[in-house]
Protein backbone atom coordinates (compact mmCIF):
# COMPACT_ATOMS: atom_id res chain seq x y z
CA UNK A 1 0.00 0.00 0.00
CA UNK A 2 1.65 3.10 -1.07
CA UNK A 3 1.64 6.32 1.10
CA UNK A 4 -0.53 8.32 -0.32
CA UNK A 5 -3.28 5.51 0.21
CA UNK A 6 -2.63 5.48 4.15
CA UNK A 7 -3.05 8.96 4.52
CA UNK A 8 -6.04 8.77 2.98
CA UNK A 9 -6.71 7.05 6.01
CA UNK A 10 -5.40 9.32 8.50
CA UNK A 11 -5.90 13.09 9.21
CA UNK A 12 -2.99 14.06 11.37
CA UNK A 13 0.17 13.85 10.31
CA UNK A 14 1.78 12.72 13.85
CA UNK A 15 0.68 9.73 14.99
CA UNK A 16 0.33 9.28 18.94
CA UNK A 17 2.95 6.40 20.39
CA UNK A 18 -0.28 3.88 21.10
CA UNK A 19 -1.76 3.22 17.68
CA UNK A 20 -4.83 0.40 18.23
CA UNK A 21 -5.20 -0.21 15.26
CA UNK A 22 -1.66 -1.11 14.39
CA UNK A 23 -1.35 -2.49 18.02
CA UNK A 24 -4.35 -4.44 16.71
CA UNK A 25 -3.72 -5.86 13.72
CA UNK A 26 -0.31 -6.86 14.93
CA UNK A 27 -1.98 -9.26 18.20
CA UNK A 28 -4.51 -11.00 15.69
CA UNK A 29 -1.22 -11.53 13.23
CA UNK A 30 0.56 -12.91 16.10
CA UNK A 31 -2.73 -15.18 17.66
CA UNK A 32 -2.52 -16.75 13.42
CA UNK A 33 0.94 -17.60 13.32
CA UNK A 34 1.46 -18.72 16.86
CA UNK A 35 0.04 -21.85 16.57
CA UNK A 36 2.12 -22.82 13.26
CA UNK A 37 5.43 -21.46 15.24
CA UNK A 38 4.27 -23.99 17.97
CA UNK A 39 4.32 -26.95 15.92
CA UNK A 40 7.53 -26.41 14.82
CA UNK A 41 8.97 -26.17 17.84
CA UNK A 42 7.63 -29.12 19.33
CA UNK A 43 8.98 -30.80 16.39
CA UNK A 44 12.54 -29.42 16.88
CA UNK A 45 13.43 -30.02 20.46
CA UNK A 46 10.69 -33.17 20.96
CA UNK A 47 10.78 -35.14 24.60
CA UNK A 48 11.53 -38.38 22.62
CA UNK A 49 12.61 -38.19 19.59
CA UNK A 50 11.15 -40.98 17.24
CA UNK A 51 12.17 -39.38 14.03
CA UNK A 52 14.42 -42.30 12.78
CA UNK A 53 11.99 -44.68 14.05
CA UNK A 54 9.31 -43.38 11.74
CA UNK A 55 11.49 -43.13 8.75
CA UNK A 56 12.39 -47.01 9.46
CA UNK A 57 8.84 -48.13 9.54
CA UNK A 58 5.63 -46.07 9.13
CA UNK A 59 6.86 -42.29 7.63
CA UNK A 60 7.71 -43.95 3.97
CA UNK A 61 3.86 -45.07 3.56
CA UNK A 62 2.62 -41.71 5.03
CA UNK A 63 4.59 -39.88 2.49
CA UNK A 64 4.33 -41.92 -0.43
CA UNK A 65 0.33 -42.60 0.04
CA UNK A 66 -0.14 -38.78 0.08
CA UNK A 67 1.77 -37.46 -2.38
CA UNK A 68 -0.17 -40.20 -4.63
CA UNK A 69 -3.53 -38.50 -3.19
CA UNK A 70 -2.49 -34.79 -3.86
CA UNK A 71 -1.33 -36.11 -7.51
CA UNK A 72 -3.87 -38.04 -8.71
CA UNK A 73 -6.76 -35.92 -6.80
CA UNK A 74 -5.10 -32.76 -8.35
CA UNK A 75 -4.95 -34.04 -12.15
CA UNK A 76 -8.09 -35.88 -12.14
CA UNK A 77 -10.15 -32.56 -10.58
CA UNK A 78 -8.55 -30.24 -13.09
CA UNK A 79 -9.48 -32.25 -15.74
CA UNK A 80 -13.07 -32.61 -14.88
CA UNK A 81 -13.17 -28.79 -13.99
CA UNK A 82 -11.38 -27.56 -16.90
CA UNK A 83 -13.48 -29.99 -19.16
CA UNK A 84 -17.17 -29.02 -17.61
CA UNK A 85 -16.11 -25.49 -17.62
CA UNK A 86 -14.65 -25.44 -21.29
CA UNK A 87 -18.14 -26.93 -22.40
CA UNK A 88 -20.62 -24.72 -20.29
CA UNK A 89 -18.76 -21.45 -21.69
CA UNK A 90 -18.16 -22.14 -25.12
CA UNK A 91 -20.73 -24.67 -26.52
CA UNK A 92 -24.64 -24.61 -26.06
CA UNK A 93 -26.53 -28.21 -25.44
CA UNK A 94 -28.96 -29.81 -23.73
CA UNK A 95 -29.23 -28.89 -20.09
CA UNK A 96 -26.72 -26.41 -20.28
CA UNK A 97 -28.17 -23.70 -18.49
CA UNK A 98 -29.33 -25.99 -15.20
CA UNK A 99 -25.78 -28.15 -15.05
CA UNK A 100 -23.63 -25.08 -15.53
CA UNK A 101 -24.99 -24.16 -11.64
CA UNK A 102 -25.22 -28.14 -10.90
CA UNK A 103 -21.55 -28.43 -11.10
CA UNK A 104 -21.14 -26.23 -8.30
CA UNK A 105 -23.46 -28.67 -5.79
CA UNK A 106 -20.68 -30.89 -4.36
CA UNK A 107 -19.44 -28.86 -3.02
CA UNK A 108 -22.00 -28.71 -0.22
CA UNK A 109 -21.36 -32.84 0.43
CA UNK A 110 -17.66 -32.98 2.29
CA UNK A 111 -15.67 -35.99 1.19
CA UNK A 112 -15.49 -37.89 4.01
CA UNK A 113 -20.22 -37.55 3.99
CA UNK A 114 -19.07 -39.03 0.12
CA UNK A 115 -17.24 -41.97 1.15
CA UNK A 116 -19.51 -43.45 3.47
CA UNK A 117 -22.51 -42.99 0.98
CA UNK A 118 -20.30 -44.69 -1.62
CA UNK A 119 -19.76 -47.74 0.38
CA UNK A 120 -23.15 -48.23 1.73
CA UNK A 121 -23.91 -48.40 -1.94
CA UNK A 122 -21.30 -50.39 -3.29
CA UNK A 123 -20.89 -52.89 -0.22
CA UNK A 124 -21.91 -56.34 -0.08
CA UNK A 125 -25.03 -55.50 1.37
CA UNK A 126 -26.00 -52.68 -0.40
CA UNK A 127 -28.22 -52.11 -3.38
CA UNK A 128 -26.02 -52.98 -6.00
CA UNK A 129 -24.08 -56.19 -5.27
CA UNK A 130 -27.77 -57.46 -3.84
CA UNK A 131 -29.41 -56.70 -6.98
CA UNK A 132 -26.31 -58.74 -8.87
CA UNK A 133 -26.80 -61.45 -6.42
CA UNK A 134 -30.64 -61.61 -6.99
CA UNK A 135 -30.46 -60.70 -10.83
CA UNK A 136 -27.96 -63.60 -11.61
CA UNK A 137 -28.80 -65.92 -8.85
CA UNK A 138 -25.51 -65.94 -7.05
CA UNK A 139 -25.53 -66.72 -3.61
CA UNK A 140 -22.44 -65.72 -1.66
CA UNK A 141 -19.01 -63.65 -2.45
CA UNK A 142 -16.99 -66.22 -3.54
CA UNK A 143 -19.91 -66.77 -6.52
CA UNK A 144 -18.75 -63.50 -8.37
CA UNK A 145 -15.51 -60.80 -8.62
CA UNK A 146 -16.41 -57.28 -7.49
CA UNK A 147 -14.17 -54.55 -6.94
CA UNK A 148 -12.73 -53.87 -3.27
CA UNK A 149 -14.06 -50.37 -2.50
CA UNK A 150 -11.92 -49.81 0.89
CA UNK A 151 -9.03 -48.86 -1.48
CA UNK A 152 -7.06 -45.86 -2.07
CA UNK A 153 -8.45 -45.86 -5.59
CA UNK A 154 -11.65 -45.27 -4.31
CA UNK A 155 -10.25 -42.69 -1.93
CA UNK A 156 -9.27 -40.88 -4.79
CA UNK A 157 -12.31 -40.63 -6.91
CA UNK A 158 -13.86 -40.03 -3.81
CA UNK A 159 -12.16 -36.94 -2.97
CA UNK A 160 -11.93 -35.83 -6.62
CA UNK A 161 -16.05 -36.41 -7.02
CA UNK A 162 -16.19 -33.75 -4.05
CA UNK A 163 -13.42 -30.96 -4.41
CA UNK A 164 -13.31 -30.96 -8.61
CA UNK A 165 -16.25 -27.75 -7.99
CA UNK A 166 -12.81 -25.51 -6.76
CA UNK A 167 -11.33 -25.75 -10.50
CA UNK A 168 -14.47 -25.70 -12.16
CA UNK A 169 -15.39 -22.54 -10.41
CA UNK A 170 -12.07 -20.46 -11.25
CA UNK A 171 -11.48 -22.18 -14.58
CA UNK A 172 -15.15 -20.99 -15.66
CA UNK A 173 -14.62 -17.52 -14.75
CA UNK A 174 -11.17 -17.40 -17.24
CA UNK A 175 -12.70 -18.58 -19.22
CA UNK A 176 -15.38 -16.30 -19.46
CA UNK A 177 -13.26 -13.43 -18.97
CA UNK A 178 -11.64 -14.36 -22.35
CA UNK A 179 -12.06 -12.27 -25.90
CA UNK A 180 -13.81 -14.28 -28.57
CA UNK A 181 -11.86 -12.37 -31.29
CA UNK A 182 -9.00 -14.70 -29.91
CA UNK A 183 -10.82 -17.74 -30.82
CA UNK A 184 -12.36 -16.19 -33.90
CA UNK A 185 -8.81 -15.88 -34.76
CA UNK A 186 -7.87 -19.45 -34.34
CA UNK A 187 -10.79 -20.63 -36.05
CA UNK A 188 -9.85 -18.78 -39.80
CA UNK A 189 -6.63 -19.96 -39.04
CA UNK A 190 -7.55 -23.46 -39.70
CA UNK A 191 -7.56 -24.48 -35.81
CA UNK A 192 -10.11 -27.39 -34.35
CA UNK A 193 -12.39 -27.43 -31.46
CA UNK A 194 -9.08 -29.26 -29.54
CA UNK A 195 -6.69 -27.16 -31.07
CA UNK A 196 -8.79 -24.26 -29.82
CA UNK A 197 -8.82 -25.31 -25.94
CA UNK A 198 -5.12 -26.53 -26.01
CA UNK A 199 -3.72 -23.79 -27.75
CA UNK A 200 -5.93 -20.53 -26.62
CA UNK A 201 -8.12 -21.21 -23.96
CA UNK A 202 -5.76 -23.24 -21.22
CA UNK A 203 -2.79 -21.12 -21.70
CA UNK A 204 -5.22 -18.29 -20.59
CA UNK A 205 -6.59 -19.80 -17.78
CA UNK A 206 -3.53 -21.83 -16.42
CA UNK A 207 -3.17 -19.35 -13.44
CA UNK A 208 -6.89 -19.96 -12.51
CA UNK A 209 -6.62 -23.74 -12.95
CA UNK A 210 -3.19 -23.68 -11.01
CA UNK A 211 -4.99 -21.63 -8.24
CA UNK A 212 -7.77 -24.18 -8.24
CA UNK A 213 -5.93 -27.25 -8.08
CA UNK A 214 -3.42 -25.58 -5.27
CA UNK A 215 -6.36 -25.49 -3.41
CA UNK A 216 -8.10 -29.04 -4.03
CA UNK A 217 -4.50 -30.32 -3.08
CA UNK A 218 -4.41 -28.44 0.26
CA UNK A 219 -8.04 -29.85 1.18
CA UNK A 220 -6.91 -33.62 0.16
CA UNK A 221 -4.01 -33.14 2.30
CA UNK A 222 -6.56 -31.79 4.96
CA UNK A 223 -8.61 -34.83 4.84
CA UNK A 224 -9.02 -37.19 7.34
CA UNK A 225 -12.53 -38.95 7.40
CA UNK A 226 -12.24 -40.08 4.06
CA UNK A 227 -8.59 -41.47 4.13
CA UNK A 228 -9.58 -42.81 7.44
CA UNK A 229 -12.63 -44.51 6.38
CA UNK A 230 -10.92 -46.22 3.87
CA UNK A 231 -8.47 -46.97 5.94
CA UNK A 232 -5.38 -45.27 3.93
CA UNK A 233 -2.82 -43.85 5.91
CA UNK A 234 -1.63 -40.57 5.29
CA UNK A 235 0.64 -38.15 6.77
CA UNK A 236 -2.81 -36.69 8.79
CA UNK A 237 -3.85 -40.03 9.97
CA UNK A 238 -0.39 -40.63 11.00
CA UNK A 239 -0.63 -37.29 13.45
CA UNK A 240 -3.38 -38.95 14.68
CA UNK A 241 -2.16 -42.31 15.57
CA UNK A 242 1.29 -41.00 16.78
CA UNK A 243 -0.31 -38.42 19.18
CA UNK A 244 -3.53 -39.92 20.62
CA UNK A 245 -2.68 -43.83 20.12
CA UNK A 246 1.06 -43.71 20.74
CA UNK A 247 1.39 -40.29 22.99
CA UNK A 248 4.17 -38.96 21.34
CA UNK A 249 3.55 -35.08 20.56
CA UNK A 250 7.28 -34.60 19.75
CA UNK A 251 6.47 -37.64 16.47
CA UNK A 252 3.47 -35.88 15.71
CA UNK A 253 4.94 -32.28 15.92
CA UNK A 254 7.34 -34.03 13.21
CA UNK A 255 4.95 -35.58 10.88
CA UNK A 256 2.65 -32.27 11.12
CA UNK A 257 6.27 -30.46 9.41
CA UNK A 258 6.30 -32.92 7.13
CA UNK A 259 2.63 -31.88 5.87
CA UNK A 260 3.75 -28.35 6.41
CA UNK A 261 6.42 -28.39 3.90
CA UNK A 262 4.69 -29.94 1.50
CA UNK A 263 2.03 -27.53 1.63
CA UNK A 264 4.85 -24.57 1.32
CA UNK A 265 6.43 -26.92 -1.70
CA UNK A 266 3.22 -26.70 -3.12
CA UNK A 267 2.57 -23.05 -2.90
CA UNK A 268 5.66 -22.08 -3.93
CA UNK A 269 5.88 -24.69 -6.96
CA UNK A 270 2.36 -23.04 -7.92
CA UNK A 271 3.59 -19.31 -7.98
CA UNK A 272 7.10 -20.37 -9.58
CA UNK A 273 5.39 -21.84 -12.27
CA UNK A 274 3.65 -18.91 -13.54
CA UNK A 275 6.24 -16.16 -12.13
CA UNK A 276 7.14 -15.15 -15.70
CA UNK A 277 4.18 -15.32 -17.08
CA UNK A 278 1.48 -12.23 -17.87
CA UNK A 279 -1.78 -12.25 -19.05
CA UNK A 280 -3.47 -8.81 -20.07
CA UNK A 281 -6.92 -8.02 -21.71
CA UNK A 282 -7.17 -6.17 -24.30
CA UNK A 283 -7.51 -2.02 -24.03
CA UNK A 284 -10.75 -1.72 -25.86
CA UNK A 285 -13.84 -3.28 -25.05
CA UNK A 286 -13.58 -6.86 -26.07
CA UNK A 287 -16.18 -8.95 -27.29
CA UNK A 288 -17.33 -11.85 -24.89
CA UNK A 289 -17.24 -15.58 -25.77
CA UNK A 290 -20.75 -17.00 -27.93
CA UNK A 291 -21.36 -20.05 -26.83
CA UNK A 292 -21.84 -22.68 -30.55
CA UNK A 293 -24.68 -24.98 -30.76
CA UNK A 294 -23.30 -28.78 -30.85
CA UNK A 295 -24.79 -31.03 -33.13
CA UNK A 296 -27.72 -33.47 -31.69
CA UNK A 297 -25.05 -36.48 -31.00
CA UNK A 298 -22.39 -34.26 -29.65
CA UNK A 299 -24.58 -32.31 -27.67
CA UNK A 300 -25.83 -34.88 -25.64
CA UNK A 301 -22.39 -36.29 -24.89
CA UNK A 302 -21.11 -32.72 -23.77
CA UNK A 303 -24.53 -33.16 -21.68
CA UNK A 304 -23.18 -36.62 -20.03
CA UNK A 305 -20.02 -35.31 -19.17
CA UNK A 306 -21.37 -32.54 -17.32
CA UNK A 307 -23.96 -34.09 -15.67
CA UNK A 308 -21.51 -37.39 -14.50
CA UNK A 309 -19.61 -35.28 -11.58
CA UNK A 310 -22.88 -33.88 -10.43
CA UNK A 311 -24.28 -37.78 -10.45
CA UNK A 312 -20.95 -39.20 -8.49
CA UNK A 313 -20.50 -35.72 -6.13
CA UNK A 314 -24.08 -34.75 -5.47
CA UNK A 315 -26.71 -37.06 -6.96
CA UNK A 316 -25.36 -40.59 -5.26
CA UNK A 317 -24.08 -39.51 -1.92
CA UNK A 318 -27.64 -37.22 -1.37
CA UNK A 319 -29.23 -40.10 -2.67
CA UNK A 320 -27.98 -42.89 -0.09
CA UNK A 321 -28.15 -40.63 2.95
CA UNK A 322 -31.83 -39.90 2.03
CA UNK A 323 -32.57 -43.37 2.17
CA UNK A 324 -31.72 -43.78 5.38
CA UNK A 325 -32.55 -41.14 6.68
CA UNK A 326 -36.54 -41.70 6.97
CA UNK A 327 -35.95 -42.75 10.85
CA UNK A 328 -38.12 -40.40 13.41
CA UNK A 329 -36.26 -41.89 15.98
CA UNK A 330 -32.84 -40.83 15.37
CA UNK A 331 -34.17 -37.25 13.98
CA UNK A 332 -35.70 -36.62 17.38
CA UNK A 333 -32.74 -38.28 19.32
CA UNK A 334 -31.14 -36.11 21.94
CA UNK A 335 -27.74 -36.21 20.58
CA UNK A 336 -28.50 -34.86 16.98
CA UNK A 337 -30.13 -31.86 18.71
CA UNK A 338 -27.15 -31.49 20.90
CA UNK A 339 -24.79 -31.76 17.67
CA UNK A 340 -26.59 -29.05 15.48
CA UNK A 341 -26.98 -26.77 18.24
CA UNK A 342 -22.92 -27.22 19.15
CA UNK A 343 -22.31 -26.66 15.56
CA UNK A 344 -24.49 -23.76 14.94
CA UNK A 345 -23.30 -21.85 18.33
CA UNK A 346 -19.66 -22.46 18.16
CA UNK A 347 -19.60 -22.18 14.22
CA UNK A 348 -21.02 -19.24 14.49
CA UNK A 349 -19.36 -17.55 17.19
CA UNK A 350 -16.17 -18.39 14.93
CA UNK A 351 -17.25 -17.01 12.39
CA UNK A 352 -18.23 -13.78 13.55
CA UNK A 353 -14.42 -13.60 15.32
CA UNK A 354 -13.10 -14.63 12.33
CA UNK A 355 -14.88 -11.85 9.95
CA UNK A 356 -14.67 -9.21 12.49
CA UNK A 357 -10.97 -10.21 13.26
CA UNK A 358 -9.91 -10.03 9.14
CA UNK A 359 -11.89 -6.59 8.96
CA UNK A 360 -10.10 -4.58 11.75
CA UNK A 361 -6.89 -6.11 10.70
CA UNK A 362 -6.95 -5.26 6.85
CA UNK A 363 -8.72 -1.86 8.70
CA UNK A 364 -5.97 -0.88 11.08
CA UNK A 365 -3.12 -2.05 8.62
CA UNK A 366 -4.51 0.77 5.92
CA UNK A 367 -4.46 2.58 8.76
CA UNK A 368 -1.18 1.98 9.91
CA UNK A 369 2.54 3.33 8.32
CA UNK A 370 4.42 0.85 10.14
CA UNK A 371 6.19 -1.71 7.94
CA UNK A 372 5.74 -5.23 10.33
CA UNK A 373 1.85 -5.02 10.12
CA UNK A 374 2.05 -4.88 6.40
CA UNK A 375 4.30 -7.54 6.24
CA UNK A 376 2.38 -10.14 8.31
CA UNK A 377 -0.70 -9.78 6.96
CA UNK A 378 -0.18 -11.88 3.85
CA UNK A 379 1.59 -14.57 5.99
CA UNK A 380 -1.77 -14.76 7.82
CA UNK A 381 -3.24 -15.91 5.09
CA UNK A 382 -0.88 -19.31 5.60
CA UNK A 383 -3.94 -20.67 7.81
CA UNK A 384 -6.09 -21.75 4.96
CA UNK A 385 -3.28 -24.07 3.62
CA UNK A 386 -2.67 -25.52 7.23
CA UNK A 387 -4.63 -28.58 7.60
CA UNK A 388 -6.85 -29.16 10.57
CA UNK A 389 -4.59 -31.72 12.08
CA UNK A 390 -1.47 -29.65 12.49
CA UNK A 391 -3.74 -26.64 13.90
CA UNK A 392 -4.89 -29.11 16.65
CA UNK A 393 -1.48 -29.31 17.47
CA UNK A 394 -0.20 -26.35 17.43
CA UNK A 395 -3.18 -24.73 19.39
CA UNK A 396 -3.96 -27.52 22.06
CA UNK A 397 -0.59 -27.76 24.27
CA UNK A 398 0.30 -23.83 24.20
CA UNK A 399 -3.60 -23.17 25.45
CA UNK A 400 -3.09 -25.73 27.90
CA UNK A 401 0.01 -24.41 28.98
CA UNK A 402 -1.64 -20.70 29.41
CA UNK A 403 -4.54 -22.23 31.28
CA UNK A 404 -1.92 -23.95 34.24
CA UNK A 405 -0.41 -20.55 33.96
CA UNK A 406 -3.55 -18.82 34.93
CA UNK A 407 -4.61 -21.65 37.39
CA UNK A 408 -1.24 -21.52 39.36
CA UNK A 409 -1.21 -17.56 39.08
CA UNK A 410 -4.68 -18.10 41.30
CA UNK A 411 -3.76 -20.86 43.43
CA UNK A 412 -0.41 -18.45 44.20
CA UNK A 413 -2.98 -15.77 44.47
CA UNK A 414 -4.60 -17.93 47.77
CA UNK A 415 -7.63 -19.18 45.73
CA UNK A 416 -8.62 -22.61 45.16
CA UNK A 417 -7.16 -24.33 41.73
CA UNK A 418 -9.70 -23.45 39.07
CA UNK A 419 -8.94 -26.39 37.01
CA UNK A 420 -8.56 -25.88 33.05
CA UNK A 421 -10.46 -22.73 32.31
CA UNK A 422 -9.97 -22.62 28.63
CA UNK A 423 -8.97 -26.28 27.28
CA UNK A 424 -11.87 -28.38 28.21
CA UNK A 425 -14.32 -26.39 26.68
CA UNK A 426 -14.94 -24.78 23.24
CA UNK A 427 -12.60 -22.40 23.04
CA UNK A 428 -9.90 -24.57 21.58
CA UNK A 429 -12.07 -25.21 18.90
CA UNK A 430 -12.78 -21.78 18.29
CA UNK A 431 -9.49 -20.47 18.46
CA UNK A 432 -8.77 -23.40 15.63
CA UNK A 433 -11.42 -22.44 13.18
CA UNK A 434 -10.62 -18.62 13.16
CA UNK A 435 -7.03 -19.19 12.60
CA UNK A 436 -8.10 -22.40 9.81
CA UNK A 437 -10.49 -20.20 8.00
CA UNK A 438 -9.11 -16.40 8.53
CA UNK A 439 -7.29 -16.13 5.09
CA UNK A 440 -11.37 -16.11 3.93
CA UNK A 441 -12.36 -12.68 6.10
CA UNK A 442 -9.08 -11.45 5.30
CA UNK A 443 -9.05 -11.36 1.65
CA UNK A 444 -12.82 -10.79 1.58
CA UNK A 445 -12.53 -7.93 3.90
CA UNK A 446 -9.39 -6.50 1.98
CA UNK A 447 -11.05 -6.73 -1.55
CA UNK A 448 -13.99 -4.84 -0.25
CA UNK A 449 -12.71 -1.91 1.42
CA UNK A 450 -9.87 -1.87 -1.88
CA UNK A 451 -13.21 -1.55 -4.04
CA UNK A 452 -14.37 2.01 -1.66
CA UNK A 453 -13.69 5.13 -3.40
CA UNK A 454 -10.79 6.99 -1.45
CA UNK A 455 -12.78 10.23 -1.62
CA UNK A 456 -15.62 9.13 0.96
CA UNK A 457 -12.94 8.22 3.95
CA UNK A 458 -11.13 11.51 3.30
CA UNK A 459 -14.40 13.31 3.47
CA UNK A 460 -15.32 11.68 6.55
CA UNK A 461 -11.81 12.77 8.90
CA UNK A 462 -12.09 16.16 7.22
CA UNK A 463 -15.44 16.58 9.01
CA UNK A 464 -14.35 15.31 12.21
CA UNK A 465 -15.19 11.69 12.21
CA UNK A 466 -12.40 9.51 14.17
CA UNK A 467 -10.98 5.96 12.49
CA UNK A 468 -13.45 3.91 13.90
CA UNK A 469 -16.20 6.11 13.33
CA UNK A 470 -15.20 6.47 9.77
CA UNK A 471 -15.43 2.47 9.76
CA UNK A 472 -18.84 2.52 10.67
CA UNK A 473 -20.24 5.18 8.83
CA UNK A 474 -18.50 4.95 5.60
CA UNK A 475 -17.12 1.29 4.89
CA UNK A 476 -19.57 -1.14 6.61
CA UNK A 477 -22.44 0.02 4.81
CA UNK A 478 -20.47 -0.06 1.50
CA UNK A 479 -18.55 -3.32 2.18
CA UNK A 480 -21.78 -5.16 3.78
CA UNK A 481 -22.74 -7.53 1.23
CA UNK A 482 -19.27 -8.78 1.01
CA UNK A 483 -19.21 -9.23 4.43
CA UNK A 484 -22.26 -11.08 4.75
CA UNK A 485 -20.73 -13.99 2.06
CA UNK A 486 -17.77 -13.70 3.80
CA UNK A 487 -19.41 -14.80 7.46
CA UNK A 488 -21.71 -17.53 5.60
CA UNK A 489 -18.90 -19.11 3.87
CA UNK A 490 -16.47 -18.90 7.20
CA UNK A 491 -19.51 -20.23 8.71
CA UNK A 492 -20.25 -23.33 6.71
CA UNK A 493 -16.56 -24.26 6.54
CA UNK A 494 -16.25 -24.62 10.40
CA UNK A 495 -19.75 -26.96 9.81
CA UNK A 496 -17.55 -29.35 7.75
CA UNK A 497 -14.29 -29.32 9.92
CA UNK A 498 -13.72 -32.59 11.02
CA UNK A 499 -10.01 -32.88 12.01
CA UNK A 500 -9.64 -29.98 13.94
CA UNK A 501 -13.05 -30.67 15.45
CA UNK A 502 -11.79 -34.17 16.63
CA UNK A 503 -8.61 -33.03 18.22
CA UNK A 504 -10.03 -30.12 19.98
CA UNK A 505 -13.84 -30.57 21.05
CA UNK A 506 -13.91 -30.97 24.49
CA UNK A 507 -15.40 -34.67 26.56
CA UNK A 508 -18.26 -36.02 25.04
CA UNK A 509 -19.08 -32.69 23.00
CA UNK A 510 -20.57 -33.56 19.54
CA UNK A 511 -20.49 -31.39 16.30
CA UNK A 512 -22.33 -32.60 13.15
CA UNK A 513 -19.12 -33.51 11.31
CA UNK A 514 -18.23 -35.54 14.42
CA UNK A 515 -21.57 -36.92 14.93
CA UNK A 516 -21.31 -38.40 11.25
CA UNK A 517 -17.78 -39.42 11.89
CA UNK A 518 -18.55 -41.63 14.61
CA UNK A 519 -22.09 -42.91 13.49
CA UNK A 520 -20.30 -43.95 10.18
CA UNK A 521 -16.87 -45.20 11.81
CA UNK A 522 -19.78 -47.94 13.11
CA UNK A 523 -21.40 -48.63 10.12
CA UNK A 524 -24.42 -46.66 11.69
CA UNK A 525 -25.31 -44.81 8.33
CA UNK A 526 -28.64 -44.47 9.34
CA UNK A 527 -28.26 -42.83 12.08
CA UNK A 528 -25.47 -40.65 10.43
CA UNK A 529 -27.69 -39.80 7.54
CA UNK A 530 -29.51 -37.31 9.59
CA UNK A 531 -26.73 -35.15 10.86
CA UNK A 532 -24.66 -35.93 7.05
CA UNK A 533 -28.08 -34.37 5.91
CA UNK A 534 -27.73 -31.47 8.05
CA UNK A 535 -24.46 -30.18 6.84
CA UNK A 536 -25.15 -30.59 3.14
CA UNK A 537 -28.26 -27.95 3.92
CA UNK A 538 -25.72 -26.30 5.13
CA UNK A 539 -23.13 -26.19 2.22
CA UNK A 540 -25.98 -25.56 0.14
CA UNK A 541 -26.62 -22.30 0.93
CA UNK A 542 -22.84 -21.42 0.35
CA UNK A 543 -23.21 -23.01 -3.01
CA UNK A 544 -25.97 -20.77 -3.90
CA UNK A 545 -24.09 -17.66 -2.70
CA UNK A 546 -21.37 -18.52 -4.93
CA UNK A 547 -24.27 -19.47 -7.74
CA UNK A 548 -25.63 -15.65 -7.14
CA UNK A 549 -22.13 -14.10 -7.48
CA UNK A 550 -20.93 -15.87 -10.45
CA UNK A 551 -24.10 -14.88 -13.11
Known sequence: MSEQTSQIYTSRPKRSRFDPWSTGALAIACLVLVPIVAVIWFALTPTENIWPHLMRTTLPRYFNNTVILMLSVGFLTAAVGTGAAWLVVMYRFPGRSVLQWALLMPLAVPAYVGAYALVDFLEYAGPVQTGLREMMGWQTSRDYWFPAIRTREAAIVVMSAALYPYVYILARAAFREQSGAAYEVARALGAGPFARFWRVGLPLARPAIAAGVAVVMMETVNDFGTVDYFAVQTLTTGIFSVWLQGGNLGGASQLATCVLGLIVILVTLEKLSRRKSRFFGSARGQRPVVPKLLPAGWGYVAMLCCALPVLAGFVLPVGVLLTHAFDAAEWSARGLHKAIWHTVTVGGIAAFLTVLGGLFMVYGVRLSRRRLPRLLMPVTAIGYAVPGAVLGLGILVPLAAFDNFIADSIVWAGFDDPGLLLTGSAVAL???????????????????????????????????????????????????????????????????????????????????????????????????????IAIVLVGLCAVTLLARTSR
Open 430 to 532: TLAYVVRFFAISQGTADAALGRVPPSLPMAARSLGRTAGGTLRAVHLPLVRASVGSALLLVFVDCVKELPATLLLRPFNYETLATRVHAKASLENIAEAAPAA
